[in-house]
């Protein structure tokens, strides 16, 4: 037995090693009709012709996407190693045994929930799944479960993974195909309950409107279940709610006000959160009653009727509900009890279940499992998210989430406080950095920057500090938003300060240049003050000068370059620095 099961790894690892090799850059999948380029790199037929009509202009020769270099359309070759390669993993994966070739895929704890409230994201499952090759730059549908400990989480999670694995096989038999094992493990001990969030690790790839849609299933700690500590589940439905572009809410018997009660609060943090990163908060909401004990009204449209009475006049209480609803984002399915033999047994399987539950239980996988495709996770404006782009929001979230000055207050509800704060923190920053880029740019010029006293650019800088100041302080929410305060002051001053400084060293700088080209009679430095026309002239014959080489002398005239000017830049060669003091004087002022 030992022998037969060494000769299967090794028979998987040759079939992984296959795999890496045979692959198309452009669509991701096993080649098909592979061909080689001039360089020596390989596509699809279809993919590389494809690739090249739709990017290539006709007048420009087409070039490698992986090396850039230059290839003739005439000069494709089918590769005939690469055929034989394809060609021979399939036979090998013909002869293993059906469930070897997915043996590798398992669940992965993505998340883990410390004793101390602590969170911690594990970065290489998150490479492993969402920067996967075939799913960094491919559209993602992330499945989640959530809800009360001990509610068949796992058991509803692994007949996804049958109902998925039937569809991408294309096997109608997928219920009763001998696979109803228990794969996504609780956390070990006798207490088997899910702790953190863990995914699959092999994404489902499934077709969609001709491209590749990659879909995970997630398992979510019971996050709405009395005694839980609320700071650690609320951070884990900020992550779950981040994660998923269709979350199932696992419920028994019928669907209650403290279910309501909670999911109102997960979605407070959904909008915090579509807000922050720029995603749909909640993009499809399906209701899962188990147990249901009414006989015979079971399924979708029961569902959506137990739905309607329970949420009836729910509009004060429940707003963020009541829009999901309105929106049609949401639906219910109410299903049976599944039978003695399955409540009492860790199996779950297809033959111990009552006919009702079966049957049920059937519609609704394949239901979900047919529907993920039109569940891709977007932008809130629409544009369909990568599994590579998903992962980093991912990551920043989590950052923010245990970052130790980032305290969280013991409520669902406070997450979404501090996720809004956040959030107005970052664009107060961004409003400040962008301006002192705007003032930057504009005072880049000589005489730019001369029109721009720096006394006058510390007063513009105050103003607008002292302006997002104020904002920000109308619009932060935390209870201890005085110290939030006081540490954003600091951190905006010290940018500032830093610009001030910067600017004040470059008005110098360009002073003593201009002084340096009054003292060598480029410039000539007559009595009196510049007014506004003259220095519009001076301006003008600068770009003149600096374009011909001519020089710019006795032709300024109207008054010339004065005391104010000449206290300034009229020094020989430009060697001595801007006394402090004279910052106040202008250099360009009007005539009197």
């Not at 790839?205 to 009395?226: C, H, M, Q, Y």
């Not at 400040?432 to 001369?450: G, H, I, M, P, R």
Request: with cysteine.
């Amino acid at each position: 037995m030992e022998n037969k099961n060494e000769h299967l790894s090794s028979s998987l690892a040759t079939l992984n090693l296959l795999k890496s090799d045979l692959i198309c850059s452009i669509c991701l999948e096993l080649f098909r009709d592979p061909i080689s380029l001039e360089c020596g790199h390989n596509f699809c037929a279809q993919c590389i012709t494809c690739h090249w009509d739709s990017g290539v202009p006709e007048s420009q020769p087409p070039c490698c996407p992986e090396c850039r270099k230059r290839c003739d359309r005439g000069k494709l070759v089918p590769d005939v190693r690469l055929r034989n390669l394809l060609e021979n993993m399939n036979s090998l994966q013909q002869k293993m045994p059906s469930d070897i070739c997915s043996a590798e895929a398992k669940p992965l704890q993505l998340v883990q929930a410390e004793p101390s409230r602590d969170i911690s994201l594990c970065p290489e499952v998150l490479d492993q799944c969402l920067n996967h090759p075939q799913v960094k730059n491919s559209p993602v549908c992330l499945i989640s479960v959530m809800g009360e400990q001990r509610t068949g989480k796992s058991f509803l999670l692994n007949y996804l993974i049958q109902g998925m694995q039937g569809l991408e096989s294309k096997d109608a038999q997928w219920m009763t195909g001998g696979r109803a094992q228990q794969r996504f493990q609780c956390a070990p001990g006798a207490e088997s309950i899910t702790k953190g969030l863990w995914i699959w690790s092999r994404p489902f790839i499934l077709e969609r409107n001709g491209g590749k849609v990659a879909v995970f299933l997630v398992d979510t700690e019971g996050s709405i279940s009395p005694g839980q500590d609320k700071e650690t589940n609320a951070k884990l439905v900020a992550l779950s709610m981040l994660l998923s572009s269709h979350q199932i809410l696992n419920v028994s018997r019928m669907l209650k006000q403290t279910d309501l009660e909670c999911l109102e609060m997960f979605l407070h943090i959904a909008e915090e959160i579509g807000e922050y990163f720029k995603m749909e908060p909640v993009q499809h909401l399906n209701f899962l009653v188990r147990d249901w004990f009414y006989p015979a009204t079971f399924g979708k449209k029961a569902g959506q009727t137990h739905l309607t009475n329970v949420t009836q006049n729910i509009s004060d209480k429940y707003p963020r509900i009541w829009k999901i609803l309105k929106n049609q984002q949401a639906c219910c399915y109410l299903l049976p009890f599944p039978g003695k033999k399955v409540a009492s047994s860790s199996n779950g399987k297809p033959e111990d279940m009552d006919s009702d539950f079966y049957q049920y239980l059937h519609d609704y996988i394949t239901d979900v499992c047919s529907s993920a495709t039109q569940h891709v996770k977007k932008h809130s404006d629409g544009q369909i998210l990568t599994g590579g782009k998903l992962a980093e929001f991912i990551t920043r979230l989590s950052h923010q989430l245990t970052k130790k000055e980032f305290g969280f207050y013991s409520s669902f509800d406070s997450i979404a406080t501090e996720l809004h704060d956040m959030r107005m923190l970052e664009a107060a920053k961004k409003e400040l950095e962008d301006f002192v880029k705007e003032q930057d740019t504009s005072t880049k010029s000589t005489f730019a920057s001369l029109k721009t006293l720096p006394e006058t650019m510390r007063k513009r800088l105050s103003d607008k500090n002292d302006a997002i100041i104020k904002h920000l302080k109308e619009t932060l929410k935390s209870p201890g938003k005085s110290q939030i305060m006081n540490d954003f002051e600091k951190e905006i001053q010290k940018i500032v300060k830093d610009f001030q400084d910067s600017y004040r060293k470059r008005f110098c700088g360009q002073t003593v240049a201009l002084g340096g080209l009054v003292g060598g009679g480029i410039l000539a430095a007559a009595g009196g003050i510049v007014g506004i026309g003259v220095a519009a002239t001076v301006l003008t014959l600068e770009a003149a000068a600096m374009a011909t080489g001519a020089t710019v002398g006795a032709t300024v005239v109207g008054g010339g370059i004065g005391a104010g000017i000449g206290a300034l830049v009229g020094r020989a060669k430009g060697k001595e620095t801007v006394p402090e003091e004279e910052e106040k004087k202008p250099l360009f002022q009007d005539d009197e």
